[in-house]
């Protein structure tokens, strides 16, 4: 068992919290962010549930937590509304020395709750543009990123679905989060109906985990592709681990995001990181990952119709999808890297602790 690295909190500049214990797209991006970042400045996640190499500090620590950092100040970094209110409760009531720094992903209206912790931060982090319209203030827009080392077109296509025990020859479409109505789940399968009665060498694969409340849900689309007559062809897996989505991501030849409501939505740019083309619903920040008619198409919310139209074009024009494959890869390395968020991020922290060329 990988020995777990804690640290000692006074020698920590930046502290993360992610106070949800159940993974999440939060969880995913920390991370991914906080090893980078931890190469050149002293940071930490606080976290109830973390892997064991992420450098972390125990929420206990936080108490009693000298109320200086080794440059004066601490970053505060936080996600949720529960991580701003411990920010401002550390800060005001326990007089430590924050920073406070929230990253909103979401693209809604918020309640009155969230816009007055957001008026309390010292600094704002958006994900999108779309994101930064729905803020009553002004905000820094740093896109997510990807490892595009991690994420990389497959070597040998029909290989990597062998080892996921999906069939390797013909056409495989993809749809991957949580099952339940927001994620579309439903769309992507009503979309997969129409599209392998067109095509015979269609395959379809949905991967992720339905939560109680959901089961009944995820038990009607399975009834649904019964009635189809298509079990043996649209295909349903449980969930996977983060650090197995690449090879799930490289088995297919077209993604397929019908999300009806999304903060950012990081699958979309997984899946151009592994050549793969995408058909998203015009939600989250979609529209400005997806570069239209090039890497992928991007439809309107809620429309199945729109869904099997656009993949069908691809799946129909065997040299457009190899071009699509090549130019969704490439827009991802020159756009979408890990390390450039970890860089914006890590200035924007320095410039907040007073040293910005440090």
């Not at 592994?274 to 015009?282: E, F, I, L, N, T």
């Not at 699509?324 to 890590?346: C, G, K, N, P, Y």
Request: aromatic residues 6%; charged residues 20%; positive net charge.
């Amino acid at each position: 068992m990988a020995q777990t690295s804690t640290l000692c909190v006074n020698e920590i500049d930046v502290l993360v919290p992610n106070f949800k214990r159940r993974l999440s797209g939060v969880t995913a991006t920390i991370v991914r962010l906080i090893p980078l970042q931890a190469r050149v400045m002293r940071v930490a996640v606080v976290a109830p549930a973390m892997p064991p190499e992420i450098p972390q500090v125990p929420a206990f620590a936080l108490l009693t937590m000298s109320r200086h950092g080794p440059s004066g100040q601490r970053i505060w970094h936080a996600r949720r509304n529960v991580e701003m209110i411990a920010g401002l409760a550390l800060r005001h009531l326990l007089r430590k020395r924050l920073k406070l720094i929230f990253t909103s992903a979401s693209q809604r209206n918020h309640t009155g709750l969230t816009r007055w912790l957001i008026r309390q931060m010292d600094a704002v982090v958006s994900t999108s543009e779309k994101t930064a319209a729905y803020l009553e203030r002004p905000s820094q827009v740093i896109y997510h990123g990807i490892d595009n080392a991690t994420f990389s077109p497959p070597k040998d296509r029909s290989a990597v679905r062998e080892v996921l025990r999906l069939p390797p020859d013909g056409l495989l479409i993809g749809c991957y989060g949580r099952i339940r109505a927001q994620k579309g789940t439903d769309l992507f399968v009503e979309a997969a109906i129409a599209l392998c009665n067109r095509i015979p060498s269609l395959r379809a694969v949905a991967v992720g985990r339905a939560v109680p409340k959901d089961e009944a849900f995820l038990a009607g689309l399975i009834e649904r592709v019964r009635a189809a007559g298509l079990e043996d062809r649209i295909l349903f897996r449980d969930e996977v681990p983060v650090w197995e989505m690449a090879d799930w991501y490289r088995a297919l030849d077209v993604y397929i995001a019908p999300q009806r409501w999304e903060g950012f939505g990081l699958t979309p740019i997984e899946a151009m990181a592994c050549g793969v083309p995408v058909v998203a619903s015009d939600v989250g920040a979609f529209s400005e990952l997806v570069v239209e008619a090039k890497t992928g198409f991007v439809v309107e919310p809620g429309s199945a119709s729109q869904l099997e139209q656009a993949t069908a074009g691809l799946l129909s024009d065997p040299t457009r999808l190899h071009a699509f494959q090549t130019a969704a890869r490439t827009h991802v390395e020159r756009h979408f890297d890990i390390r450039t968020e970890a860089d914006a991020l890590i200035r924007l922290y320095r410039t907040q602790l007073g040293h910005p060329n440090a």
